[in-house]
């Protein structure tokens, strides 16, 4: 009767559950997934499809109709502009700030800082685009502040997304502009600081402030709502700082 009991339960929540699609900028790929289970743990009745993608992509597809609720971008630029357009029913807000890094998977002399780069044993450098990816674009800035684009500008081979990035350094890259997020996934923990990759000197580039909005798509939907307040909650923030976000 018990076992019975407990079916009926569970298939009472399957019929009530609510599920929300939320678009996410590649670079937090890395914590989403325990963001999600934290917040599932109070919320067992939502289900969450995230979408992942460039900033710059994803801003299209919103543009264009793509049914999310929430919008999760690798800068404040993007979520301005849908709020602008009336797509988003909440001011841009800040959830956290990236940060870069430079990684290889074989080792290297980071002593050297970018001037790294220009070694004639360094032949490709991924980099995420940066006409759509803000830490393609924070690469770009970096290269340029430290006065080295030109030497090395023709080894450089652009990623889709900042996610694409550390997937080309892995496979087919000598060395590449990561987020640091990524490097603390489960996956990258055979790769060490200052063997395998370096934070970058954050005064190259200008602060990668990420913003998070509530879309028009979902306004009537409560549990978008919850989420993104869950975003911006303590809770929230210690997970962002457990993947090497900067958090105000």
Known sequence: MQKIFIILILF???????????????????????????????????????????????????????????????????????????????????????????????????????????????????????????????????????KIYTDINSKLIFAESISQTLSYVISAADIGFVAKSSLYSAKMSQYKEDVHFKELDTTLYNPIDQGVVLLAYGKTEKAYRLFYEFLLSEEAKKIFKKYGYIIS
């Open 12 to 146: 009472t929540l399957i019929l009530n559950a609510v599920t929300i699609n939320i678009a996410v900028a590649t670079n937090v790929s890395y914590a989403i997934q325990e963001l999600k289970s934290k917040f599932l743990q109070t919320h067992p009745d939502i289900n969450i499809n995230i979408i992942l993608g460039s900033s710059g992509k994803l801003t299209a597809q919103i543009s264009h109709g793509a049914p999310y609720g929430l919008f999760l971008s690798a800068n404040m630029l993007y979520p301005s502009k849908l709020y602008e357009q009336n797509l988003a029913t909440t001011i841009p807000v800040v959830y956290a700030r990236g940060t870069l890094a430079l990684f290889s998977a074989s080792e290297k002399n980071f002593s050297l800082g970018l001037a790294l780069l220009k070694d004639n044993h360094i032949q490709k450098i991924a980099i995420a685009n940066p006409k759509t990816a803000p830490y393609g674009k924070a690469a770009f800035e970096a290269l340029k502040n430290a």
